[in-house]
Each structure stands twice: as C-alpha cells, then as structure tokens.
C-alpha cells in the first residue's frame, strides 16, 4: 500500500518534473521569437526556434497578407502560392482546428521500435477566431507528444506577434507606395516647371532683346528731340511763352530719356548682354567728377553733400569704372531725390580682401531723408517696385535693380539699413584689384590744359611727401612730363630730411602718414632756415573746415582736398610759384580761366559770395581783391578765376555767375 502510493507519488513527481521542463521550453521559445522585429526576420526565427527544441523533418508557415498566401519553410524556401496546395492546411484554414497525422515507418529495417512513428502536426496561429497563419511541423518525433498540451499558449503568443508583424509590413508596404507615388508625382511637376522655365526663359530673352533694340530706336530721335529745342532755347528771338514751352518740353523730354536708359540698362541685363569690362582707372577723379556733378543737384535743394574717404582709399584700381559710375550716381541721386532737409554723405573705405592683389572697396552712402520701412527694404531692389508717398513721381523704380545687378555682377553686394524720418544707408562692397606702378602709369589722364611750361623759367624744385605709392605716382604722372625736378619721401620724417639737403621750392604735403605725420613736418620744416619761403600745399581728404583752419595756423599755404582735379595743381603752382604754363589754346592763364566752374562758386559761403557781389556792383577792387584773397583759401582755381575778372575789370562776370547760379 505505502509502496502503491509511494510509486504513484514518484510518477507525479516525474510528470510534475516533465511539465515543468516543457513550460520552460515553451518560455524559451517565446524568448527567441520576441528578439527580432520585421516580418521576415519574426518568421525566420519562430521556424528555427520551433525546429531547434522540437526537431522534426521540415518546418513551413503559411499566411495571408491582403488576401494574398505566403510560404516558407525552414530550409529558406519562400513563396507566393496562387491557393494552398496542401490539403490538411487548407483544412485547418477552413476549419481553424489544429490536425494531427500519424507515420508508421514499421517497415524500415533500420529503425528501432520506438522510432517507427511520427508525427506531423499542423496548427492554425489564431488571434481570438481569426486566423493569421498555419504552422506545419513534419515527422515530430513521437516522444514529443506530451508537450502538445502546452504548444497552444505558444502558438497563441505566435500568432499575436505575427498579427502585429504582419500590420507593421502592410503599413509600411502603404507608406512605401504613397511615397513612391509622391515621388512620381514631384518628378513630373519638377519636369513640368524646368519646361515651364525653359519655355519662360526664351520668351523673357525675346523681350528683353526686343526691349533693348527698342529702347535704342527710340533713343536716337529722343535726342534729336531734345537736341533741336535745346538750339530753339538758345535763340534771342522766341517769346517768353515758346520758351516756357520749350522748357517743359525739354524736361519732359529728359524724364523720358531717363526711362529709356533705365529700361534699356535693364532690358541689356536680363538679355545677359551686360559684361564687365575691367580696366585699370582713376577712381580719385571718377569719385570727384561725380561728387561735382551731384552738388549742383543737392544745392538746388539746400541739402549739403559731402564726401568723406578713409586714408586707404586707392586714386588707382581696376574694375569696370563705367558700371562703378553708374552705381554711385543711383545712389548718391536717390538720396538727394529723397531727402527734403539735412546731408548727404558718401563715405568711402577699404577692407582687407583675402586675395592679396586685391581690395574690398566700401563705398556708403547716408542721407537724411524720408526713410524705407523695413518691410520695404527688400522690395524696392526688384523693378518698378516704388515705395513711400510720391516715390512715384520722382523716378522709374529701375534704379536700384539696376545697382544692384552691376554690383553683382561685379561681384559685389548691396544692402540697406534705413529708419522712417531719419535717413537711409545704402552700402556697397565691391571687390576691386590693385594696380602696380606701371599699370598706372600707363592710364591715359585725361584732357589735360597744360602741355607744357613757358620759356626761360627757372627748374622749380617739387617734393612730393605721401605714404601711398600711388598718391606719388599721380602726382609725378602729372609734373615730370613738365620738365620739373621732383623727389618723393614716404613720412614726414624723409620730407624734413629731404628739405635740408635739397631746398625745394614747394612741398606737396600728404596730412596722415605713420612716422611723422604732415602737421608735424610742416612745423619742422617752416621752423628752419628757409622753411618760411617754402610753399607747403596740404594734400588731405578730410572734409573738416576746422582741420583746415589749422593747417593754415600751423603754416600751410595752402589746401587742396583728394581727390583733387588736375587743374587744382596747376593753378597752384602759378598762384604760388608765378609758374607761366603753355596751354592746348596758347593763350597765357588769365584768357584760359575765362570761364568759371559754376557749381564751384555755388560751394563757396553764401556770405562770401554776396560780398563779392556788392563789391563788384560798386566796382570796388580794393575791396573784391580782399575778397577774393579769403576764397583762396577755400578754393584756389575759383579765387584765381575771379582774380582774373577784378584785374581785367570784368566786373560784369562777376555779376552774372552770381546770379546764374
Ligand atoms: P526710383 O526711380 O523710383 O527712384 P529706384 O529703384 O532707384 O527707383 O528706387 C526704388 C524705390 O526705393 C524708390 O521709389 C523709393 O521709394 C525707394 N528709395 C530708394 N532710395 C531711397 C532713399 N535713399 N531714401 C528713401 N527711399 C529710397
């Protein structure tokens, strides 16, 4: 009895050991299929996990996706299937009952009896009544039969995460199409837009062509147009009234032009037939030549334009000077077109390029006028945009798009800072290349009056001082082809030497340099013996009236403010050295400064210039001459021109530039 149940005790025993070993290989199981994720990979592992712990002939799993029947097996064999060939799958599909089959291989001579049956089972993977997949594990050894009781709470588990799988792949599968569609459709709509480009392109080309071969037909009888009643105002005999009509002809014909020019620079640039075209040139007198031409313009409307250059700023570079021009004149005239009261400044500076031979010119111009909203301050570089009250009314709106194509394509840029009611700042940086001494030696100068000295003059001693190779080289270009002697010193230092041992009779005085400035030499050299007779001219470029007052207490004689005009130099040596020159016209200096530069007169204090007016009204020498004397300080060619009149007693020159202006 105690035996009985002491041996039934040992079978539970046993069995309870089974069960337990089973459960931990189904756990083991379910761990090796929870390690991957991807339909493939799940399926790959689930099949040799099975295979590994239960062994067997083959392994194969069937499913649907969609509708549609996959295969594979163990041994990697996978497929699509046009329906299940296999007969008891099908069935387990149908019926979602798990089948088992039973192998007898009794005749097999090799096998021992234990080995002579197998089975094959074959089991739905369900999630509650749906079926996701049918597993098929061939010839199972007999001796796993009591672990079927257990493979259900695996194959549960299995078909959970094949479920799982399966949505991931089809949604993914859909991602994938939407994509691939998405990128169809991109495709044909990027293909679409460069045909729509192309198409654009050539047609914008044929525009522009034609624009610009318009502009130019209509250029040439616009001139004639204003050529003709420029003749018609000139003539004594029209009324007062035909005069008025001419005027208003005249400017409207102007305003016209403008247009034309803009919209043919314009048309030019969008049919790419704009090239720059670098040369070397002197930036120095295009600088002054626009600066001159603009005066007159912020005159008329009170406004003070000045320009203000930084020590470093080249006389000589390379870059294409006619588009440079052309930029400045927009902007300099844009901020005179804007501004109602106050300044306009052009400054100008330099910055290191990373190229040596070249330079980052900084040209900006500041005014005081009406101001761009931000939000408008990108717009007005895109053409015929005009912004602010009246914009309209003073110009095309070409402009700046023009600026700032010519700045481009000079490879530079163009930006703006600008504050309702105060002002506006437009900067340009462009990169230019510096040019060597030859190169500026070979730049034609232009017309110039003087082509030589007159007979039996003494040989005239002039000291050039300047720390930049160029502010020499310009001065020596304009007076060695004269005949005269010339030395050079780069500080004031070289300049006191130089004077001791060689005693010229004048010094062309640079202000800023390193070593010893021109303020300082100027009191050494005028504090020797002879320095008192030595005429020192002080080349600057500050605009400041109150560095000029010093210059001249400390002993300068006289001022001339860079970029200077060539003329500027020759009408001081002769107010100061009695110099005679021989001019193109072979008339003697008085006759040549016959005629005035109005837009110079303009510049001087207007309290200055109606002195002089009274004086010449009452014909008054004495007192114009004292006059005059004090413009010489502000303006040397001007007081020498006016000299002229007093001395030639044409007053009545005197008269009307004042009241031409
Ligand atoms: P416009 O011929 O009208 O002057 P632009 O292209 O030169 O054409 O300038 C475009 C617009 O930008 C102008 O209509 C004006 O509204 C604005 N603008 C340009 N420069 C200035 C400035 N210095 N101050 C204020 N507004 C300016």
Same mark, same amino acid.
């Given at each position: ?16 050991? %089974? ?112 079926? @996701? ?10 001796? +796993? ?86 003749? %018609? ?40 037939? @704009? ?17 001159? +031409? ?87 570089? *895109? ?26 394509? +000079? ?29 500026? %030696? ?72 390193? @070593? ?19 005429? =020192? ?16 207490? =400390? ?80 303006? @040397? ?9 007093? *001395? ?14």
């Amino acid at each position: 009895m105690v035996n009985d149940e002491l041996e039934s005790l040992k079978q539970r025993a046993k069995k309870l050991a %089974m069960e337990k070993s089973y459960l931990q290989l189904i756990i083991q199981l379910m761990g090796r299929i929870s390690t991957v994720s991807g339909l493939e990979n799940t399926i790959d592992n689930l099949l040799h996990a099975v295979i590994d712990v239960l062994g067997g002939a083959n392994l194969i799993l069937y499913y649907k996706i969609d509708e549609a029947i996959f295969y594979t097996d163990v041994y990697g064999k996978k497929q699509k299937l046009e329906y299940i060939d296999d007969q008891h799958v099908a069935q387990v599909y149908q019926s979602g009952i798990h089948i088992e089959c039973e192998h007898d291989f009794k005749d097999t001579q090799l096998l021992s009896v234990e080995f002579t049956k197998a089975y094959t089972w074959i089991y739905p993977l369900k999630v509650g009544n749906e079926i @996701i997949g049918v597993i098929k594990m061939e010839s199972l050894h007999i001796g +796993m039969r009591d672990l079927y009781a257990h493979l259900p709470i695996f194959f549960n588990y299995t078909a959970l995460i094949l479920k799982n799988e399966i949505l991931g792949y089809t949604r993914l599968q859909q991602i994938n199409q939407q994509l691939q569609q998405e990128i169809i459709h991109r495709k044909q709509i990027e293909k679409d837009l460069r045909q729509a480009k192309t198409v654009a392109e050539a047609a914008n080309q044929a525009k522009s062509i034609f624009l610009a071969n318009m502009s130019h037909e209509l250029r040439t009888p616009m001139n004639a147009v204003l050529g003709f009643s420029k003749i %018609m105002q000139n003539d004594p005999d029209i009324s007062a009234s035909q005069r008025q009509n001419l005027d208003i002809i005249n400017r409207s014909g102007s305003h016209l032009l403008n247009l034309i020019n803009d919209i043919l620079d314009m048309a030019k640039i969008e049919a790419g037939r @704009i090239v720059i075209e670098p040369e070397p040139f002197d930036l120095g007198e295009l600088i002054r030549d626009i600066v001159d +031409m603009m005066r007159e313009r912020a005159e008329n409307k009170h406004l003070h334009l000045f320009h203000e250059e930084s020590s470093e700023f080249p006389r000589f570079i390379e870059a294409d000077p006619y588009k440079l021009r052309q930029i400045l004149i927009n902007l300099v005239g844009n901020a005179i077109k804007y501004t109602e009261n106050g300044r306009v400044k052009l400054r100008l500076s330099t910055k290191a390029h990373s190229e040596t031979d070249k330079t980052w010119l900084i040209c900006e111009v500041e005014d005081s006028g009406t101001g761009i909203e931000l939000a408008d301050q990108n717009k007005i570089f *895109e053409p015929f945009i005009q912004v602010g009250k009246n914009s309209s009314q003073k110009g095309t709106g070409l402009g700046l798009p023009i600026t700032k194509q010519y700045v481009h394509l +000079m490879g530079g840029s163009i930006s703006v800072r600008s504050e309702i009611n105060k002002g506006s700042i437009f900067r340009i940086e462009l990169p230019v290349r510096n040019i060597s001494e030859t190169e500026i %030696m070979a730049i034609t100068p232009p017309q110039q009056p003087v082509i030589g000295l007159a007979a039996n003059q003494i040989l005239y001693r002039l000291l050039i001082v300047d720390d930049h190779i160029e502010g020499r080289l310009l001065l020596k270009k304009i007076l060695q082809p004269l005949g005269f002697q010339l030395r050079e010193a780069c500080n004031g230092l070289e300049a006191v030497e130089i004077f001791q041992q060689w005693q010229p009779h004048l010094i062309w005085m640079d202000i800023r340099m390193p @070593i010893m400035d021109g303020i300082e030499a100027t009191q050494k050299i005028k504090a020797l013996p002879n320095g008192k007779n030595t005429i =020192i001219v002080a080349l600057t470029a500050s605009v400041f009236l109150d560095q000029r007052e010093e210059l001249f207490t =400390i002993g300068v004689n006289a001022f001339i403010s860079k970029p200077y005009r060539i003329d500027e130099i020759f009408t001081c040596l002769h107010h100061y050295l009695n110099i005679e020159f021989i001019y193109q016209s072979t008339e003697p200096v008085s006759n040549y400064a016959k005629c005035i530069p109005l837009d110079c007169f303009k510049r001087l204090p207007m309290e200055l210039q109606t002195q002089l007016y009274n004086a010449a009204l009452e014909l008054d020498i004495e007192q114009s001459l004292h006059i005059i004397d004090q413009i010489k300080k502000l303006d @040397i060619t001007v007081a020498m021109i006016l000299q002229c009149y007093v *001395e030639q007693m044409d007053f009545q020159a005197i008269l009307d530039v004042y009241q031409q202006k």
